[in-house]
């Protein structure tokens, strides 16, 4: 398979926007039609999901399922989940399973099993607190088929300093992460010259977003937290390359749940909320 940053600037560079669709459906949220239809939530999602996938699948390239909202469904939703990334897959998207596992050994090859396998999806979010021997197994199985991981780096919740930004030897410790995720990047380049680790950033941190961005030039960026989290399209923009690469940039709710759940034209202004989200990244490049 060709290489994962390869891949994933093909798929920017195609749709021509770094914009990525995240795929968080909550029930009471969701479409009146789809909701009344189906007593099984997980059954709801997939439906909601799919419709979601074929209505952005034209118009950005990488899509980010929560792992979570699936997995509150029990069984049912691990299957949903599944079918979620492969229609994705078919319609020639790239897909970040956002989980965030962090375990050792065993454990974490169990997890990379999981979400390269299982799922096939082509990257995973990685929790890098338990050190290198946590990331090992996955970036291990990750090369072994072409994919990637994003390890959070500088978070967007409003509580993620208190560990984040720790001084440790004069620096903060979200630095320290920063430069363990460029050397586990350099390990492995591809023709784009970039890795394929990259670093979790949100985006209602644009002063941190900006050292990073110097940091990390040759690592892509995830950047959580644009719309409805507060970040703004000026917030992120220091976070695209000159080339238009380099950063990938999520929006959830903001796009999936413009809607109010009676809406009958809610398919219509999900696709109105992406060309928008879309062209205001454009207008800050």
């Not at 220091?238 to 809406?263: E, H, K, W």
Request: include cysteine; aromatic fraction near 6%; proline fraction near 5%.
């Amino acid at each position: 398979m060709t290489h994962f940053a390869d891949r994933l600037a093909e798929a920017v560079r195609g749709k021509g926007t770094p914009l990525c669709v995240g795929l968080d459906p909550r029930f009471e949220m969701l479409p009146a039609e789809i909701s009344e239809r189906h007593e099984d939530r997980a059954a709801a999602y997939a439906e909601f999901c799919l419709r979601v996938l074929d209505i952005v699948a034209p118009l950005v390239g990488v899509v980010k399922p929560q792992s979570a909202f699936f997995e509150a469904c029990g069984p049912a939703g691990f299957v949903a989940l599944k079918k979620v990334i492969e229609r994705a897959r078919e319609l020639k998207l790239l897909t970040i399973l956002d989980a965030k596992r962090g375990d050792i050994a065993s454990t974490a090859e169990a997890y990379a099993e999981a979400a390269f396998t299982a799922f096939a999806a082509d990257a995973l979010t990685v929790n890098p607190y338990l050190g290198r021997d946590s990331v090992e197994p996955l970036l291990k199985a990750a090369r072994r088929s072409g994919r990637g991981i994003f390890v959070l780096v500088r978070t967007s919740n409003p509580g993620a300093g208190q560990f984040q930004d720790l001084m440790c030897d004069g620096r903060p410790v979200y630095h320290h992460v920063a430069e363990a995720v460029a050397a586990w990047g350099r390990e492995n380049v591809g023709s784009c010259g970039d890795g394929d680790v990259g670093a979790v950033v949100g985006a209602t941190h644009a002063k941190e977003l900006v050292e990073l961005r110097t940091a990390l030039p040759n690592t892509w960026l995830l950047i959580p937290g644009y719309g409805a989290q507060g970040g703004s399209a000026a917030d992120v923009a220091a976070a695209i390359r000159p080339d238009g690469l380099g950063a990938v940039i999520n929006s959830s709710r903001g796009i999936t749940f413009p809607l109010r759940p009676g809406d009958a034209d809610w398919e219509r202004q999900i696709e109105k909320a992406t060309r928008e989200a879309s062209a205001a990244l454009s207008s800050r490049r």
